[in-house]
């Protein structure tokens, strides 16, 4: 039986990830991740603050706590995981592709279907699954030879799982270092004006701001470190 796909049809659902970027656990609301989405096939990459949230969204803690405050709908952890991927998956190819009304219904059948191959048994462990391999590949293969790679990632990141081996140990694939340099890396000043930026925003006091610094080892600046403070 294919899976209930979500997506289209609860916003709380579509609502239901989370990221917890230096250290502090939030809700992250689907229009934010669209954003990022076309925000990095604009500027060439995603920015550090969006690693946390597929492999936290899809972990089995946040299926549990979706089915604990979710509506009392008839539907599965299997419904939740391949509806989470679906999400993961499915705007990044509709931005990247220019993906319009007449073609939607056909690329969602074929990634359901897809995703439908997906074993019950390996959906506790999806989280370990290397999103990036697949935003890499979207830079570089047309739409039908990114669903192929797609399936045979998937098939690949399953038989890996069910033997018990960790997805870093995997041979690097095609496509794997592509994935790899898409993540925005940022210079150092820039990346320690977006970290004290993001916590501001948040209304975090000073102290935990510099606690945050530490945390991601940001260097202090050359004229504190000439006074000889190398903590922030």
């Known amino acids: 039986m294919p899976f209930r796909n979500l997506y289209f049809q609860l916003d709380s659902f579509r609502n239901h ?17 669209e954003a990022k989405y076309r925000e990095g096939y604009f500027d060439g990459g995603i920015e ?24 009392k709908w008839p539907i599965t952890e299997r419904d939740y995981y391949l509806s989470k991927l679906f ?21 969602e059948r074929r990634l359901e279907e897809i995703l439908d191959q997906v074993p019950d048994e390996v959906l506790p462990v999806l989280y370990r699954w290397d999103w990036w391999d697949f935003y890499g590949d979207t830079f570089e293969l047309e739409l039908d030879a990114l669903l ?5 990632r998937l098939r690949d990141s399953c038989q890996r799982a069910r033997q018990g081996l960790p997805e ?3 041979p690097d694939r095609p496509g794997k270092e592509a994935g790899r ?16 930026v993001h916590c501001l925003d948040r209304k975090m006091d000073r102290l935990d701001v510099c606690r945050m610094l530490d945390q991601k080892a940001i260097r202090t600046t050359a004229g504190m470190r000439a006074r000889g403070i190398h903590r922030w």
């Open 17 to 33: 990830n989370f990221c917890d970027f230096l250290g502090r656990l939030e809700e992250v609301a689907d229009e934010f991740l």
């Open 48 to 71: 550090p603050y969006f690693e946390p949230i597929i492999p936290l969204t899809l972990h089995p803690t946040s299926c549990t706590g979706f089915f604990r405050t979710g509506p």
């Open 87 to 107: 999400q993961f998956l499915f705007p990044p190819i509709r931005i990247k592709y220019g993906i319009d009304y007449r073609k939607e219904d056909e690329v």
């Open 148 to 152: 192929d790679r797609l399936l045979e």
């Open 168 to 170: 870093e140990t995997a």
């Open 181 to 196: 340099r898409r993540r925005r890396r940022k210079p150092e000043n820039e990346e320690r004006d977006s970290i004290i």
